[in-house]
């Protein structure tokens, strides 16, 4: 998976998307009726949303309710050791003319790696207010 990860967010292979991308979404789909929330992209150089790419969006409703504060731009994940992750500051801001869409809803945040779950909780953070039910989140490597 390490090499399949470089290959598909690093060296910007986006055809291996096509990989696991029927799975992933058949998994997504038996969580019901849910909002899915992907995790923005972070790199201004990728030109694709790794996340979004393994989702088959006709299917289930993705709401891109998060974007990525300019600071938090080009500053890769897989640079930092685990104690820079865990106490980096807040990446993502809400993307005010989606919140209606969240209001109540039981929310799926997806991701592509889960490493410190840092990521995870930060954008829960900022969706929690908006549903009463309890945030999970699904990734495609943990």
């Given amino acids: 998976m390490k090499m399949y990860m470089q290959a598909y967010k690093y060296q910007y292979d986006f055809e ?75 990446p993502f801001y809400l993307n005010q003319a989606l919140i209606y869409e969240l209001k109540n809803k039981k929310i799926v945040i997806v991701d592509d790696i889960y490493t410190t779950g840092t990521t995870i909780r930060q954008a829960a953070d900022l969706l929690a207010p908006f549903t009463v039910h309890k945030i999970a989140s699904y990734t495609l490597c943990r």
Wanted: hydrophobic share 45%; net charge positive.
């Fill in 16 to 90: 291996l998307a096509q990989v696991f991308k029927a799975q992933f979404t058949s998994f997504l789909k038996e969580a019901g009726d849910v909002i899915y929330v992907p995790i923005p992209v972070k790199s201004t150089q990728r030109g694709f949303n790794q996340v979004t790419a393994l989702m088959e969006s006709n299917l289930i409703t993705i709401v891109d309710a998060l974007a990525v504060n300019e600071i938090a731009f080009d500053q890769k994940q897989a640079q930092r050791n685990r104690y820079q992750r865990v106490t980096s500051q807040q």
